[in-house]
Structures are given as C-alpha cells and as structure tokens.
C-alpha cells in the first residue's frame, strides 16, 4: 500500500481561505456603501472561530442569527446585551461585537463576525405626488428615483378632478346615511308615542325610489316590533286571568274541604260521647280521627295553592308592567343614539360640502393658470434623537428613514409649504453633505 502524508500547515491554510471565500460570498455588496446604520435596520449575524484541536471553523449558532437595530440605535445579543450602534457601520460593529465577545469570553483571539444587511427601514414619501406611503430603500437611492416609485408628481386637473369624484361619491353616501338615519328616528318617535303611523320627512334632492324602499322597510319594523310587544302583553295577561280561575277553583275547594272537616268534627265528638258511655267502640272514633286529620291536611294544600296562584298572578302583573318600561327605555336609548349618529352625519356633510366647493375652485385657478410649477422637496432625517430637515433637490441621496416631501407651489406665489421651515436647518447643501 502506498503511504499517503498529511500535510497540517497546508490543510489549515486551504481551510483558513475557503471560510474566507464563503464569508466574502456572504458579505452584501452594499457594505460597500459604508453607511451607518439606520433603526429598524435588519441584519443577519454570523459567528465562527477557529478551533485549533478540531482545524475546523465552528460556527456560534447560540448568538448568529438576524437581529434588528432598536429605535434607541442598539442591537440587543444575547451574552452581550443592549451594544450601541451610533453611527457605525457593518464593518464597523462587526470589529465591536468580535471585540466585546473576546473581552467577555476571555479569548485568545476574537472571533470571526459578519453582519450582512438584510433590509434597510424604508422611506416615505409624501406631499404632491400619485401615490403617497412607504417604500424600499436601496443604497444610492435618490430623490427623483423616489418620486419615480411613488407614480411622479400629481397632475392638477386629473388629481383635482379624481377628487371631486371621490367627494361627489363621499357626499352621495352620507346623504343616503342621513336618510337611514332621519327614517330611524321617525319610527322610534312613533314608537315612542305608542302609534305604528310613522311620518317622514321628505329630503330634496334624494332618489325616491331609495327613499321609498327605506320608509317601508321601517313600517315592516314599526308593525313587527308592534306585533310581538301584543303578543308578548296578551300572553301576560291570559296568564293573569288562567291563574285567577284557578284562585276560584281553589276557594270553592277550600269551602268544601272546611264543610267536610266541621262534618267530620262534629260525628267525632258524637262518637266520642258513645264511647265514654260504651255504646260505641273505640274504632269508630280511631277512624273518624283519621280522616279528620286527611282533611286538614287536604285543606293546608289547598291553601298553599292558593298562595302560590296569587303570587304567579302578581309575577305576571310585574313582567307585563315591566314589558312596557323596557321597551320605553331600549326605544329612548336608541332614539339617543340616533340622535347623536344624525347630528355627526350632518357635520360631516357641512365639511364635505366644503372641501367640494373649495375644491372645485382650486380646479378653476389651476386651469386658469395653466403651468407646471417646479417642485420643492424637503427631506426629514432622523440623527439621533434629532429630526433636521433641509432642502433637496432631485439628485440628493436619501439615507434609510427619510421622509421626503414634495410639494407643489401655489400658481404665482412662487413659494410651497415644503420650504417653510426655519432658515437655519434650510441652508443650501449639496448632495454629498445631504447623504451624510
């Protein structure tokens, strides 16, 4: 057999370069970028350490895995607790972590760490654009890229004419909602009157045929609930009057169970007599004892019946007094909350109103003025527990986090709520110092 030789210092350093070659696969290209991490960053952490008894690479599978940047800018790991992360960057809190592991752990030599970017927080995007909200950030995202991806600028007229639609359409169904509402609010009055006519009021402007469905769709209501309060009385009361029969029953019972015990007391006591004097035997007299006692007996049953029956017919006097309090009282609670649902729809129309008028004459002033404004943009970014704002111009690179606001100017003010912020936070940047 032929000798195969090991070489050790050569097994160790093809080792050592391919856990190098795969970390470097690992890597996202984005780290190049250097930028500091953002809160609410996502990140995938991966630990390995050589292990010289093994000549192996062993990864830290208790501490790797993906972890977020807090809102505070720390990265909370397990062994190490909350470690800042300020304004470093991966590289940068990939040496801190292998550091403060090696201090903790008392290593002879740090540990391998890569961090790899998996997501960055988004930006937002809001003001004059088609389509407002969050969007994904990548390195080297720009203004104008961004408004790219939030459907461009608005256009006035379009925009202002989708609008008048969508207020038409808002202003359409809260009339409806106020029609529901006022029928409602008829059929409880005439509730609360005790009467199943309702009257309606007749609303301008409002599709009768609707209307119509709506007012007999409460007459259905009203003589329903009508119906079942009648029903729900009547059986009260025949339950009242089967229990006051029975009451009768029970006195002409009683009557004749009184009838027989004075019979049956007045034989004992002839008896009685006869069997002092020996002309009766003892039996006699046991035996009128006897029923003597039966008869009572039947007499306390009847009158524990009888108090039972009266007892019933006062329970159902109560249910039916209480049927009617009830149903006063569900009908002025819900005569309250109509009320209440009426009076905000009625504020809600007054402001939809509103905001159609003076959105019909903005569409009059920008189809007079008839000329695309340049855009502002304004840029809000987190450092810290700071918030600055500045001005931007379409080639600023945004960082993870910024709110970018575009606005429109007003035809002939030259001016946009997006530049009305304090001077000294405003000053002209460039694109470099913007990105920082």
């Known amino acids: 057999m032929r000798q195969l030789f090991f070489n050790r210092p050569m097994f160790c350093a093809v080792m050592a370069f391919s856990v190098y070659i795969i970390f ?11 930028l500091p991490l953002a809160p609410q960053s996502k990140l995938r952490m991966t630990i390995v350490q050589w292990s010289s008894s093994k000549s192996q690479y062993e990864r830290w599978d208790a501490i790797s895995g993906e972890y977020t940047v807090s809102d505070a800018s720390t990265l909370v790991l397990p062994f190490l607790g909350p470690v800042p992360v300020g304004q470093m960057d991966v590289t940068d809190l990939a040496n801190e972590i292998a550091k403060r592991l090696q201090e903790k752990i008392s290593l002879v030599q740090q540990p391998t760490v890569a961090l790899e970017i998996l997501e ?9 654009v088609s389509r407002p909200g969050e969007y994904k950030f990548h390195p080297g995202l720009t203004v104008l890229q961004s408004l790219t991806m939030s459907g461009g600028p608005l256009r006035g007229t379009s925009q202002q004419y989708l609008q008048t639609i969508n207020l ?37 402007g409002i599709d009768q045929q609707y209307a119509t469905a709506i007012f007999d769709q409460e007459r259905v209501i009203i003589r329903a609930r009508s119906n079942a309060l009648d029903r729900q009385s009547k059986a009260f009361a ?21 009838d027989n015990i004075k019979s049956v007391e007045d034989q004992l006591n002839s008896v009685r007599t006869l069997v002092e004097q020996g ?9 009128l004892e006897r029923l003597l006692t039966a008869y009572r007996s039947d007499r306390l049953d009847i009158l524990t019946a009888t108090m039972r029956a009266r007892q019933g017919i006062s329970e159902a006097r109560r249910n039916l007094e209480g049927l009617h309090d009830t149903r006063r009282s569900e009908i002025a609670s819900e005569l309250q909350s109509e009320q209440a649902s009426f009076d905000q729809l009625k504020m809600k129309r007054d402001t939809t109103q509103k905001l159609l008028i003076e959105n019909l004459l903005e569409g009059n002033r920008s189809q007079r003025s008839g000329e695309d404004l340049p855009l502002a943009f304004t840029v809000s970014r ?11 111009s379409e080639t600023t690179t945004l960082a993870p986090g910024d709110v970018l606001k575009v606005a429109q100017p007003l035809s002939g003010s030259g001016l946009s709520g997006a530049t009305a912020v304090p001077p000294a936070q405003t000053g002209p940047q460039s694109d470099d110092q913007a990105s920082q």
Request: hydrophobic content about 40%.
């Open 24 to 34: 470097a696969g690992i890597v996202s290209p984005a780290l190049a970028d250097n």
């Open 120 to 128: 960055y927080p988004p930006i937002y995007v809001t003001g004059s």
């Open 168 to 204: 038409n359409g808002e202003l359409q169904e809260i009339e409806q909602a106020l029609l529901r509402h006022s029928a409602k609010l008829a059929r409880l009055r005439a509730e609360t009157a005790g009467s199943t006519d309702i009257t309606f009021e007749q609303s301008p």
């Open 238 to 258: 025949e339950l009242g009057d089967l229990l006051n029969t029975e009451v009768d029953t029970l006195k002409e019972k009683l009557r004749g169970a009184e």
């Open 279 to 287: 002309l009766a035997i003892a039996s006699r007299q046991l035996e």
């Open 382 to 392: 987190r450092k810290g527990s700071q918030i600055t704002q500045f001005a931007a």
